[in-house]
């Protein structure tokens, strides 16, 4: 069974600091994305990625996908109240379309 | 482009009744999924269907619980003889061929 850990699963920081967040497994996923999802809403995409040691950068976020392709974490530089909400991985493996969603990290950003 | 529809948004049933929930997937999507997510957790995969067939169910309960993609009409999730433990939201997620989800705003089951 395919398992994805998440860390730390919550965090509260003032704003303007940096943080780092963590997506962890024993397995390897031929893909995986994070989401962030609001209260009383459904999750929306922020990035997928695909190939060992892959970094992407979406403004403040930085994403990078582990060499072994087994683990992921999300860098947030100088991060903001907007920011605020859960943070979930999702990994697919197996050739297949099917996500398996992290625990999640419930960040929240205080003014 | 409408996006993932799921309705309703709200259901309150007693203990033994049926509930259904709907989705409308986007526009050209022919994969669905449906995760169910409790308070302060994460989302559980429950399906995952292309039209007219069940790729993989193997998160969803073999009792009470049941889903469909008809070539015509929406994707439902059925629960039969509903329990306190099945209050949750439950979200539906449309994909293209290229795998990327997107959701709907969920289906919030309260069970009295």
């Known amino acids: 069974t395919q398992l994805l850990e998440q860390s730390p699963q919550f965090l509260s920081i003032q704003e303007g600091e940096n943080l780092t967040v963590y997506c962890n497994s024993s397995?390897?996923?031929?893909?995986l994305q994070w989401y962030r999802q609001e209260p009383g809403e459904g999750p929306v995409l922020l990035v997928t990625?695909?190939?060992?040691?892959e970094v992407k950068k979406l403004k403040r976020l930085t994403f990078q996908f582990g060499d072994a392709r087994k683990d992921s974490s999300l860098h947030i530089t100088a991060a903001q109240p907007g920011d605020t909400g859960l943070y979930l991985c999702?990994?697919?493996?197996?050739?297949?379309?099917?996500?398996?969603f992290g625990t999640g990290t419930r960040l929240k950003v205080l003014a | 482009n409408a996006g993932v529809m799921q309705n309703p948004r709200h259901l309150v049933r007693r203990r033994g009744q049926e509930a259904r929930l709907r989705c409308s997937p986007m526009?050209?999507?022919?994969?669905v999924y449906w995760y169910r997510q409790l308070p302060e957790e994460g989302l559980k995969f429950m399906v995952y269907?292309?039209?007219?067939?069940?790729?993989?169910e193997s998160g969803m309960p073999k009792e009470r619980f049941s889903a469909e993609f008809p070539k015509e009409g929406p994707s439902i999730l059925r629960i039969q003889q509903v329990v306190r433990g099945d209050s949750a939201a439950y979200f539906c997620?449309?994909?293209?061929?290229?795998?990327?989800?997107?959701f709907g705003e969920g289906s919030r089951l309260t069970v009295l």
């Open positions: 269907l292309q039209k007219e067939n069940i790729i993989d």
């Open positions: 397995s390897v996923f031929s893909s």
């Open positions: 997620a449309s994909s293209p061929v290229t795998g990327e989800l997107f």
């Open positions: 526009k050209g999507h022919s994969h």
């Open positions: 999702a990994g697919a493996g197996g050739g297949t379309y099917k996500y398996i």
């Open positions: 990625v695909v190939t060992g040691g």
